[in-house]
């Protein structure tokens, strides 16, 4: 064998040592309880996002880890029962979509970790005592909802410019929706134009909602929520009957038919949440691990959506646009 071969080899073997061994340290399945107020369909690619990194990791469904899975499909109350299936099956950790499903998981058990991908103002909902140092057993990412509003609004004019009169279509039960319609409102007094609240708590009032903004309204903000989120097929297509531009927070209002997003890139924060889970699996406490915030931002554009309006999008914005649906 020549030198470099064997040098080569050595090396090789030497940076698979550490895979091995941490294979063999963590031989034992772990369980993690994943739950969400949303429904399965709303998440799939940030799911695949946050496998996928678990895999990098280390972490192989069916081999080291399993994973089970609860979807609330927008009703709050079944959040509760979920923890405390977890809770008596021993899950290592519960992973909490949303900060209801925080919330719910945080009143069930103060033993068993608990991350969260996605949590708005994770200290004015006690999700956590401070960001550096969250306490207890919760950690995890939060999304900085309402500090995007007025970014929003100010490119939703970009698109719609003769909007004079908004709709703010909220779940006014969820925990982070009035502190974003806050924002909202008051970004709208600034621009001078007016706001008509749109209030939903169930999936049954989403569509008498839109009866009553018939004639009312020159465009649609909806707030982010589970809810929402899980009828979003029936909001966009309600929406277009009416012909109102939507702008929402997320891509995937977007993909099935809403106008336009700006907001976090939720991939990215199912990604990262994989970090979280490794290390607390490998004997990190949550406590100790501060909560992060978003790097990534995304402006999505449905293109299809926006000739169905008759709105002209300006090829000047799309090239800003990180993403643009055809």
Known sequence: MRRREFITLLGGAAAAWPLAARAQQDARARTIGFMSANASSALSSEIDAFVQRLRELGWIEGRNIATEYRWADGRFERLAGFAADFVRQKVDIIVAEGTVAVLAAKQTTATIPIVFPVAGDPIGNK??????????????????????????????????????????????????????????????????????????????????????????????????????????????????????????????????????????????????????????????????????????FDLVVNLTTAKALGLTIPDSFLLRADEVIE
Not at 165 to 187: W, Y
Not at 254 to 276: I, K, Q
């Open 127 to 296: 999700l956590v005592a401070s960001l550096a140092r969250p306490g207890a057993n919760v950690t995890g990412l939060s999304i900085q909802a309402a500090d995007l509003a007025p970014k929003r609004l100010g490119l939703f004019r970009e698109i719609v410019p003769s909007l004079t009169r908004l709709a703010i279509m909220a779940n006014v039960d969820s925990p982070n929706t009035m502190p974003e319609v806050g924002e909202v409102q008051a970004t709208v007094r600034m621009l001078g134009l007016e706001a008509t609240a749109v209030e939903v708590r169930r999936a049954a009032d989403i569509a008498p909602a839109f009866e009553a903004l018939k004639g009312r309204a020159d465009a649609l903000y909806v707030a982010p929520d589970p809810l929402v989120l899980s009828n979003r097929v029936r909001i966009n297509a309600l929406a277009l009957g009416l012909r109102l531009p939507t702008m929402y927070a997320y891509r995937n209002y977007v993909e099935t038919g809403g106008l336009m997003s700006y907001g976090t890139n939720l991939t990215d924060l199912f990604r990262r949440t994989g970090d979280f889970v490794d290390r607390i699996l490998r004997g990190a406490k949550p406590s100790e691990l501060p909560i992060e915030q978003p790097t990534k």
